[in-house]
């Protein structure tokens, strides 16, 4: 049976946090799917196709012998991993209010549908304080993000901020 795993997010923009979740993600399973969400709460930076894209030409590299796929996906979290076959879904933990509000998650998600369970990657301590809210505020800021971000990334967010 193929080990099929779901890693959700914004992603707006992807970060170094994302990038190291994601490369110790493959390392789990054999199919992982990158769902980018479609949130028009979170007033995103860059469009649901920038993200994919950027996503895709990111994780090739990373994805070793695992399958990883760029999904873009709208409504229910455990709608879509039901969709898409996921038996486990990824999430990055940097600090302990992200605990908090993940607890909550996964508490209502297992309500949904029990048969799928979460996984907890920690952050790397390099990455623990990233999160694409504070990118995006330091760059446009004008402050230093080469350490947050790729460097394709870094530039695209600068253009996108000029």
Known sequence: MTRTALYPGT??????????????AVKLVDHLIIG???????????????RVEMLQSQVADIAGNTIVEVRPFEGLLMHFAEQVGAQSIVRGLRAVSDFEYEFQMVAMNQQLNDDIETVFLMADPRHQAISSRLVKEIASLGGEISAFVPPVIERRLKERLA
Do not use: C, M, W, Y
Request: glycine share 6%.
């Open 11 to 24: 992603f707006d923009p992807l970060t170094n946090g994302h990038l190291d979740i994601i490369g110790r």
């Open 36 to 50: 980018v969400a479609i949130n028009a709460a979170k007033q995103p930076l860059f469009s649901l196709e920038e």
